[in-house]
């Protein structure tokens, strides 16, 4: 698909129009894997980082590979670590307009979140390091960066696996509840699913993923042609436009999941597709054909990635410290995070 030759009114259409299909889709996805962990007896926070942090990643995937493949390798990379920074301030943004009146990280005290979240720093600085050396080592093609990333990745979803099966402690104190509501909105869902069977649950959320897939290669193919038409520049409209329409998803299941009182879940969303992100720099290696994918990089994406760790540390913070006080109907960390996304995405603007 070719979008380079029609007016930028009709890319940006086609552009929301697909955000659109990624929005009506995710929505669906959290109420699906919240049943299918109720069935199985599948952690939360595992299953929200693995399912539904892989099923919300498929536009960043479907960018990350149309991009790449067409030699937008810096639209493609700085997706990924502009996405990083964008979820985490998906998080903040849920909880100011959806959970008004209390933090959201008082109603996580997962001890596997925390697991989660430096499992993620350490994904981070590893990418930040590949940006700042280049690549060092590459065998028909393919960088041993995006090889040695996938492989943290994969480690990293088995130590969550297993710390969350068996963790080694447990927050003290009360533990906070969810609001009646959100009681009552999961109670009618999981009524209205009762007569549905877990390989049925399996399919629709299989359907979602597609529409999913498909809403992103239109939102990768539209954004790689509004960066050249508009003048911008692949990295600005990659850490901003396209990741904003790819973390899409993230907005919609994150609000589901917090709706029905589904927290730790929603977190654990968050966090999981972020570390899928860094996984993506492999895919992204394979698709692309202009030589290895960190030497493509500007330095200034590496900035990106200090940003992605100091937000996601900022959560670990709230998490840790789960204190019930609000400012401007946000958690303390939420608005400490708002606050570096918007600055640093400013001075990214300047570099």
Not at 56 to 82: C, D, H, K, Q, V
Not at 180 to 194: C, I, N, V, Y
Not at 205 to 233: D, P, R
Request: charged share 15%.
């Amino acid at each position: 698909m070719d979008f380079s030759d029609n007016s930028i009114g009709v890319n940006f259409v086609v552009f929301a129009f697909g955000a659109l299909l990624v929005w009506g889709a995710g929505t669906k996805l959290s109420k699906y894997v919240d049943l299918f962990a109720d069935r199985t007896g599948l952690g939360k926070a595992f299953a929200g980082a693995l399912l539904l942090g892989g099923a919300t990643s498929l536009p960043e995937l479907a960018t990350t590979l149309t991009a790449s493949y067409s030699g937008a390798a810096e639209l493609a990379a700085t997706n990924l670590l502009g996405g990083v920074v964008m979820q985490i301030a998906v998080l903040a943004l849920i909880d100011a307009f959806v959970l008004r009146g209390r933090p959201l990280t008082l109603f996580s005290p997962k001890s596997s979140l925390l697991m989660a979240g430096i499992m993620l720093i350490g994904l981070i600085a590893l990418a930040s390091a590949a940006v700042a050396s280049g690549e060092l080592l590459a065998w028909s093609g393919v960088g041993i960066w995006p090889v040695a990333l996938f492989a943290a990745y994969l480690l990293s979803m088995g130590v969550i696996y297993r710390y969350e099966g068996d963790p080694r402690w447990e927050p003290r104190g009360e533990i906070a509840q969810p609001p009646e509501s959100a009681r009552d909105l999961k109670d009618a869902h999981r009524h209205a699913f009762q007569e549905t069977s877990t390989a049925q649950l399996v399919g629709y959320f299989l359907v979602a993923s597609v529409v999913v897939l498909v809403g992103g290669v239109l939102v990768a193919k539209t954004g790689e042609a509004i960066a050249e038409q508009t003048g911008v520049g692949q990295s600005i409209i990659g850490a901003t436009l396209v990741a904003f329409a790819t973390s899409l998803p993230e907005v919609s299941t994150t609000y589901s999941a917090v709706r029905f009182g589904a927290y730790s879940m929603a977190a654990a969303n968050i966090l999981g597709t972020n570390s899928l992100e860094i996984a993506l720099f492999l895919p992204a290696e394979l698709a692309y054909r202009g030589g290895a994918i960190f030497d493509a990089m500007q330095p200034s994406a590496s900035f990106l990635a200090a940003i992605g760790i100091v937000v996601t540390s900022l959560y670990l913070w709230g998490i840790l410290e789960r204190r019930d006080r609000t400012v401007l109907g946000m958690g303390v960390d939420s608005l400490a995070v708002l606050i570096v996304y918007i600055g640093g995405m400013a001075i990214y603007w300047m570099l």
